[in-house]
């Protein structure tokens, strides 16, 4: 395969792949199969490759919700109340189906995390970075999302309260100003 930048004949190697993830920050996957130019050092990952590191993502998103205090789960039909919206119209939107509400199954019932759900109502989109959540770099760094234009910034976990403006997030809860 031939580098799509400099052309350059690709070598096949299997290496930890750096990537950020807009929930969970600077992630780092273990032994992804990736082309790597010798000249200019771009990545070219496969299909199975980008499917192995989404997956992987996926998972890693799904410990750092689960990871979310319990206390701030509520219902479905709860939910649902707090948009005003029938229990039946929350559950068949479809943004809410594509996680734009964090959530959690208790057994066989689903439930949402208040903050999030808030966070829907006034953005139309529930997801924050869960800075909670320990991140896989060894840098001692973890990124944190500037909601107003989507970039990405580093802070220190060390610290414990950011605020953007439009969030707070402390260590142990997220709560929106």
Not at 148 to 163: F, K, M, V, Y
């Amino acid at each position: 395969m031939n580098c799509p930048s400099c052309k350059t004949e690709t070598i096949s190697k299997a290496l930890d792949y750096q990537c950020n993830n807009r929930i969970i920050g600077d992630v780092i996957v273990p032994q992804v199969e990736v082309e790597q130019c010798p000249n200019c050092g771009e990545l070219i990952l496969s299909e199975e490759a980008e499917t192995a590191v989404s997956h992987y993502l996926k998972t890693r998103e799904k410990e750092a919700i689960a990871s979310l205090p319990a206390e701030d789960l509520i219902s479905a039909g709860q939910a649902a109340a707090m948009l005003g919206v029938t229990k039946q119209a929350f559950s068949k939107n479809p943004k809410i189906k594509k996680g734009f509400v964090y959530f959690v199954y208790v057994g066989t019932k689903k439930f949402f995390f208040r903050t999030s759900v808030t966070l829907y109502k006034t953005m139309g989109d529930g997801r924050f970075p869960i800075t909670k959540w320990k991140s896989s770099m060894d840098s001692g760094r973890i990124a944190s999302c500037d909601t107003a234009d989507r970039r990405w910034q580093q802070i220190s976990p060390s610290i414990e309260t950011a605020d953007d403006g439009l969030y707070i997030w402390n260590t142990s809860a997220l709560t929106i100003s």
